[in-house]
């Protein structure tokens, strides 16, 4: 248990359908972060807040829309997805930007 | 080519042996990440360093800077390590994470 949680932990989803997938950090932490993991690739860093401000966007596709509505809660908002973006998806917090990260367990989805 | 470089990619051990992993990376760094993730996804952060050695249990990470090298050894491995290790750089300029594939490691009874 690293105090991250992460709901749901499998969705599938239809490639027209809107979801939501939610995190939530219970260690007091500033910064929090969204990680795409697909099968025989590196982490992918998606998203990163800071202090409720977002401070990185690597490229990633307007169908997946990040918000913080607080500092110890962060949503990654899914609309319109392709089959390609089935992946796991790692929700993850730290202290400051830069220091240890704590991973949630993750969300495994699958876009049919 | 990827900015973190991990070999191997595949490691199969007999219980008790000396486990050694490295991790090259060909960014400034700020400090370097050692992960484990298990079957299921859960990750866990196994160490944190920006210089030196450092040890936790059967655990030891060491850094070199100025090589851009770092290692991480298991020493009287166990099953229970079998795992999935991930090294990853905070890059020292940005906010950045680089990430290496993962070293997937299975160590037999």
């Known amino acids: 248990e690293t105090g991250v949680t992460q709901t749901p932990r499998h969705l599938v989803m239809g490639m027209t359908n809107k979801k939501s997938l939610k995190c939530e950090q219970h260690l007091g932490h500033n910064a929090m972060y969204w990680y795409k993991q697909s099968a025989k690739k590196p982490l992918e860093l998606m998203f990163v807040?800071?202090?409720?401000?977002?401070?990185e966007n690597n490229s990633v596709p307007s169908r997946f829309s990040p918000e913080c509505p607080n500092s110890s809660h962060l949503f990654l908002h899914l609309h319109t997805l392709q089959p390609e973006d089935s992946a796991l998806y790692l929700c993850a917090s730290s202290r400051g930007l830069g220091e240890t990260q704590y991973f949630g367990p993750g969300t495994r989805l699958l876009v049919l | 080519k990827n900015e973190v470089e991990q070999s191997p990619q595949n490691l199969t051990a007999q219980e008790g042996e000396f486990i050694t992993i490295n991790c090259s990376y060909s960014?400034?760094?700020?400090?370097l990440h050692w992960l484990q993730q298990h079957p299921g996804g859960g990750i866990v952060s196994l160490f944190m360093?920006?210089?030196g050695k450092k040890k936790h249990g059967r655990l030891i990470a060491t850094i070199n800077i100025q090589e851009k090298h770092s290692s991480l050894h298991i020493t009287a491995s166990h099953p229970r390590d079998s795992a999935v290790y991930i090294c990853a750089v905070s890059a020292s300029t940005g906010n950045q994470f680089y990430f290496g594939t993962g070293t997937s490691l299975t160590v037999i009874p």
């Open positions: 807040y800071s202090l409720e401000e977002r401070v």
């Open positions: 960014v400034g760094i700020s400090a």
């Open positions: 360093l920006s210089s």
